[in-house]
């Protein structure tokens, strides 16, 4: 009788048991809820994007650009007198010389006289033809370089400059180089007329088609 006692086995101890759920017991969530998973993956997404990506106020500080200069005219300035000193069709071109003290204003009036001469058609009373024969007149394509030292004012340089700064050199010697010749300008007149969106093109100082300029490079029309 006694022993029967002792080998019942304890009932309460088997319900505890059966009563405490299991990490993976059927029917209830194992793990974190997703929510919990989604809001953690954006909070470390942001956390990273915080750390790497500089603020505003981590950023270098930009300046303004530059502001172009501007050519200050002298409503009085005398006219600058002019010479022509070359002449070269074949590549449309005029090379002409002011005197060295003419200053970028009076250099300004003077492509701007130019320029109103061409308006007129009566371009041809100031410089000899750089299109002789074409249709559109004997100015419809012409490079009016200005300088102030006539050695400049030659073939050799004005044909350096029509070239371009990146014309290879093996195919065209340079008796003066480019960037030498491109400071000696002191004023530039481009006009195309076959271009009738803008024909008349005019600065101070000289750049090439590339965007290649000079020091002085101011641009007027």
Same mark, same amino acid.
């Not at 319900?15 to 405490?20: I, K, L, R, S």
């Not at 073939?155 to 371009?164: D, F, T």
């Not at 007149?189 to 195309?192: L, N, Q, S, V, W």
């Given at each position: 009788m006694h022993d029967e006692q002792n080998q019942t086995p304890d009932r309460s101890t088997d319900?505890?048991?059966?009563?405490?759920p299991g990490p993976y017991e059927e029917g209830r969530r194992a793990g974190a809820h997703p929510l919990v998973v989604v809001f953690g993956v954006i909070f470390g997404l942001w956390l990273l994007m915080w750390l790497y990506i500089p603020s505003s106020k981590q950023k270098p500080m930009i300046g303004p650009e530059p502001t172009p200069a501007v050519v200050i005219e002298e409503p009085d300035a005398a006219p600058v007198m002019f010479k022509v000193k070359t002449t070269i069709p074949e590549i449309n071109a005029v090379g002409i010389v002011v005197p060295p003290q003419a200053t970028e204003s009076q250099i300004a009036g003077?492509? @701007?006289r130019l320029h109103s001469a061409r308006l007129a058609n009566q371009l041809s009373t100031m410089l000899p033809a750089t299109s002789p024969g074409h249709k559109l007149g004997d100015h419809a394509i012409a $490079? +009016? /370089? +200005?300088?102030? $030292?006539a050695q /400049? %004012? @030659?073939? %050799? %340089? +004005? !044909?350096?400059? %029509? *070239? !371009?700064a990146h014309a290879p050199g093996e195919l065209y010697p340079q008796a003066v180089p480019f960037e030498t010749a491109m400071e000696a300008v002191r004023g530039h /007149? *481009? +006009? $195309?007329l076959n271009d009738t969106g803008h024909p008349d093109q005019a600065s101070l100082g000289f750049a090439d088609e590339s965007g290649v300029h000079s020091k002085t490079f101011r641009q007027l029309f």
């Open positions: 319900a505890q048991a059966n009563q405490t003077l492509l @701007k $490079d +009016i /370089y +200005i300088f102030s $030292d /400049y %004012a @030659k073939p %050799a %340089a +004005i !044909g350096v400059l %029509a *070239r !371009g /007149y *481009r +006009i $195309d």
